[in-house]
């Protein structure tokens, strides 16, 4: 790290007028749950020897510690405790990534790693969600059979966009827009970026009591993920 490091409120104003501005249009749970403290951790962390990839690996120790809770944790607080891990998770995603920001240590496989780890983090929570409602129901395996379609849906949605840019590219970007807050632009807002808000969502409907049913949430939007994709890919390679 060559330049010194801004003063931390400094920081937090800059990144909440610029990126987190522009981020809250799409990814607003990520701004709202995740970036104000991942940046500020990322600030203290950037003051000693700890590096990107270290936050990197210490985010994916939230996959075995959630598969360890829905297995063994008893089963009435299993689900709020691996959304809570779920959480953790991704906010050590983000850390690692403003870490390597501020101090210049960007690396292709640092980036490949962490896409790695995200990847795993998502399924292993849905599944050890359902793996958990399951245990709390008595036994059988309907809600992990939900889990499981909602983490292949989001993976395949993942797969399918990663293709296209593969081989296409992405689109160059186009002039910007004023954003106009409409309720059509509020509502498309709102659930587009609901993402980030699952883990945590996960673990206040189970504790509001709706049981294995917090589930077709995360299976809703993997399915309208899936069907966005679907559609602007082929309306991509249509033009292409």
Known sequence: MDAPLPPLLDLLKTQARSRWA???????????????????????????PTTPMAVTLAGGVSIPLMIAAALWLPAGIAVPVVGLLGWLGGLL??????????????????????????????ATLFVAVGHAADRAAGGGATWLAVAGLAAWLRLFARAARDYRFGTLG?????EPKPFRWTPASLAETFVSGLDGLLP????????????GWVLLLPLAMALADTIRTQWDNIARYRRA
């Open 93 to 122: 995603d983000c850390v690692d990534g403003d870490l390597a920001r501020l101090t210049g240590r960007t690396s292709w496989l640092g980036r490949y790693v962490d896409f790695q780890i995200d990847v795993a983090r998502w």
């Open 22 to 48: 522009e981020e809250a249009r799409s990814d607003w749970a990520y701004v709202a749950f995740y970036r104000p403290l991942a940046t500020t951790l990322a600030w203290i962390l950037a003051h000693g």
């Open 170 to 174: 992405r689109e160059p970007p186009s």
């Open 200 to 211: 945590i969502a996960l673990g206040l409907g189970w504790l509001a009591g709706l049981g």
